[in-house]
């Protein structure tokens, strides 16, 4: 990909988005080749489905497929220059794992700095393997972080329960799987608890918003994405 798009020679970065970026329309912005960007975008949510580190930078992208300006399309060449440096990483899924499902929930209130709305991120893990995972806009705007941090606990519990009847089909039978949520304001549905995790340690936090440096390896590694001999 990194060929394919002339990035081959570009040089690596530590993450894929800086912390202080604010993608908006850009209107005044120059506009850029429509169908070469929405190829690159393309790309790169493929990768997703095994890189979760660069979910949410890819798809905040992607919502200026539309009408592509030349600050979204240097946002995409970082992303891409992350994983130049990063290749060497991989999801680590060790043999003899255990069953045990957690989910980890998060939002990041009023990010989109186009309609303010918010986005809820899922991590779902069986062991210490993570297995699904998602960032997504929400369809309505919050007016509160609880009101954010109560739609993604919705979501992270609607996961639970469907991973809890997927092993039901393996003969597994789970009688709680933990949701972890920062928010004081989270739900609680029947056979499933919601627990209070720091904001720090909420590995989903990583789908939600651009980090820097530290903080984003350290969530990196609890996705799982790590060197194979390490």
């Not at 904001?199 to 590694?221: C, G, H, Q, V, W």
Request: hydrophobic content about 35%; proline content about 3%.
């Amino acid at each position: 990909m990194l060929k394919k798009f002339g990035l081959e020679d570009s040089k690596p970065i530590k993450t894929p988005m800086s912390s202080k970026t604010k993608l908006t329309r850009d209107e005044d912005g120059k506009s850029v080749d429509n169908t070469k960007y929405c190829g690159v975008i393309g790309s790169l949510l493929y990768l997703t489905i095994s890189w979760s580190n660069i979910m949410f930078s890819a798809c905040l992208c992607a919502r200026f497929q539309k009408d592509p300006k030349s600050s979204h399309l240097e946002a995409v060449k970082r992303i891409f220059r992350y994983i130049k440096g990063t290749t060497h990483l991989g999801l680590w899924h060790p043999k003899g794992m255990g069953i045990e499902t957690i989910v980890y929930a998060n939002s990041d209130h009023a990010r989109d700095y186009v309609d303010r709305k918010s986005t809820s991120d899922v991590c779902t893990f069986i062991g210490c393997c993570l297995t699904s995972w998602f960032s997504k806009k929400q369809t309505a705007l919050s007016i509160s972080t609880t009101k954010a941090e109560y739609v993604s606990a919705s979501k992270a519990c609607q996961q639970a329960l469907l991973m809890k009847q997927a092993l039901v089909d393996y003969d597994i039978q789970l009688n709680d799987i933990p949701v972890l949520c920062d928010n004081k304001g989270a739900i609680d549905l029947r056979n499933i608890s919601i627990e209070k995790v720091s904001s720090e340690d909420n590995i989903a936090d990583i789908l939600t918003k651009p980090l820097k440096r530290e903080p984003s390896n350290f969530l990196r590694l609890g996705l799982g994405l790590m060197e194979p001999n390490a």
